[in-house]
């Protein structure tokens, strides 16, 4: 699986393996987000 060219925000795969017999596995999932909004830093004080 390639997963470039995601926009931002919230993504979702969801895969299940059947064997040759049909025989269907629980899906596995997994989920994450797409943050490309720089941070914000701050420094202050220092010598």
């Not at 925000?9 to 017999?21: E, F, I, K, L, M």
């Amino acid at each position: 699986m390639t997963s470039t060219g995601l926009g931002e925000g919230p993504h979702t795969v969801s895969v299940q393996a059947t064997d040759p017999v049909g025989n269907a596995s629980a899906p596995a999932v997994a989920s994450w987000q797409v943050d490309t909004t720089d941070p914000v830093v701050t420094i202050t004080g220092g010598r």
